[in-house]
């Protein structure tokens, strides 16, 4: 299958996009980033996110993904993102399952929780793209202020993606 859009150009295009940027607007962006934990409210530092963490958080996660045990392997599965920013740790699940020949159908739903409405904007752009059949959902908050109830899960496997709530105090 001819794959239109991947994490790789999306990085690709992030990073030639900041790049292009004069210098000291470069700097700015960088310190606004606050060492990857600041909330991000515009598109000049979501791409400056991807230049400098893209290929980490990736890195990251496929470690981690090496790890999930086969019995998730052709079930049917509920996908919670927490701290998902622009979607990349769910964009690099989907890509993790395509290499691993397991079917992106098994996503029956993807909850994304981020305080930035301009990265969640973004994410659902991609991940509708990416995983059209599953169904998503999303929370504009930060994850301590999340019950329970407030989780539309519906299958009883569930995939946590920590990547990058793990990194913050």
């Known amino acids: 299958m001819l794959k239109l859009f991947s994490f790789d150009r999306l990085l690709e ?6 790049q292009s940027l004069p210098e000291s607007i470069q700097r700015e ?3 606004s980033l606050e060492n990857g934990k600041g909330i991000l409210r515009q598109r ?5 996110y991807l230049h400098f963490y893209g290929e980490i958080h990736r890195q990251k996660l496929l470690r981690a993904f090496k ?3 086969e ?7 509920s996908v919670i993102d927490w701290g998902c920013g622009q979607g990349l740790a769910s964009m690099i699940f989907s890509d993790y399952m395509e290499k691993e020949q397991l079917s992106l159908n098994t996503i029956t739903d993807l909850s994304l929780i981020d305080p930035s409405k301009i990265c969640l904007n973004r994410a659902i752009g991609f991940l509708e793209w990416i995983i059209p059949k599953t169904w998503i959902s999303t929370i504009v908050a930060q994850e301590q202020a999340i019950h329970p109830d ?4 519906q299958e009883d496997y569930v995939i946590h993606l920590l990547s990058n709530v793990v990194d913050m105090p």
Do not use: G, V, W, Y
Not at 13 to 18: D, G, H, K, N
Not at 44 to 48: G, N, P, T
Not at 71 to 77: A, K, T, V, W
Not at 150 to 153: E, G, Q, S, T, V
């Open 44 to 48: 000049d530092q979501m791409d400056a």
């Open 67 to 69: 790890h999930l045990p």
């Open 150 to 153: 407030d989780l539309c899960i």
């Open 13 to 18: 295009q992030a990073t030639r996009r900041f």
């Open 29 to 31: 962006l960088k310190e």
């Open 71 to 77: 019995s998730l392997h052709n079930r049917n599965i």
